[in-house]
């Protein structure tokens, strides 16, 4: 089954790289959102609030994230879902959709940090507590968004449908996610993050063992 990951892997960045319009838009609207930001809520004058600049950062990367992934089956046709059905096993199919999402969400993730940093400062104290709440943030929204991308393929209206099934998903991760960045802000002392960081890693892995497990019976249909 990893060699069917590591194909579908390629395949899609293969594909991601030949529409290069489609990752160039997400960058754009990443920096664009930042730049707005800054002209916006008072940070050209330097009055912006750590909490401010942590809520938007993390409301920045998620609407991103689900631009990001959002195409993920909704842009395969029903006939490359037929071809994919015949060579490749359906948990073959989500693990690698969901690395794939994942790896893409952590460049946003990070490049939308860089940005922040540049253009409204980086107040963010515990670097390393920080990346890695981003890159469990990333693996988070990318098993939820690719999952419920999934069943929304299967539906007529889309982008009603994904918004509806994967905001209840979504704000437990968010919420984790914004808190520990703040602890990460404040410099305060990893342990008092570490019941956190425990409770977004056992949300991802339940979100990652509930795709794994589901996504065969709706492949099926």
């Not at 609030?49 to 409301?59: G, Q, R, S």
């Not at 002392?189 to 425990?198: E, G, I, N, P």
Request: hydrophobic share 55%.
């Amino acid at each position: 089954m990893w060699k069917e990951i590591i194909v579908l892997i390629k395949k899609e960045v293969t594909l991601e790289w030949r529409q290069k319009y489609a990752l160039n838009g997400i960058l754009l609207y990443v920096v664009s959102a930042v730049f707005i930001t800054y002209l916006s809520v008072g940070a050209k004058q330097g009055t912006i609030a750590v909490p401010t600049w942590n809520a938007l950062y993390w409301i920045i990367i998620l609407f991103s994230s689900v631009n990001a992934v959002a195409k993920s089956f909704v842009q395969e046709h029903q006939g490359r879902q037929l071809y994919y059905y015949m060579i490749a096993s359906p948990e073959g199919i989500i693990i690698s959709k969901i690395i794939y999402n994942t790896m893409l969400t952590a460049v946003l993730a990070i490049l939308g940090y860089l940005v922040f940093s540049v253009i409204l400062g980086n107040p963010v104290q515990d670097q390393g507590l920080f990346v890695l709440n981003l890159l469990l943030g990333a693996i988070g929204f990318s098993a939820c968004l690719t999952m419920v991308s999934g069943i929304a393929s299967k539906a007529s209206n889309n982008a009603t449908l994904m918004a509806i099934l994967s905001f209840p998903i979504i704000i437990p991760i968010l919420l984790m996610a914004i808190r520990i960045s703040k602890n990460a802000i404040d410099g305060l002392d990893r342990s008092v993050s570490a019941d956190k960081l425990l409770t977004l890693l056992a949300i991802n892995a339940i979100i990652g063992t509930t795709a794994y497990i589901l996504f065969p019976y709706l492949w099926r249909s």
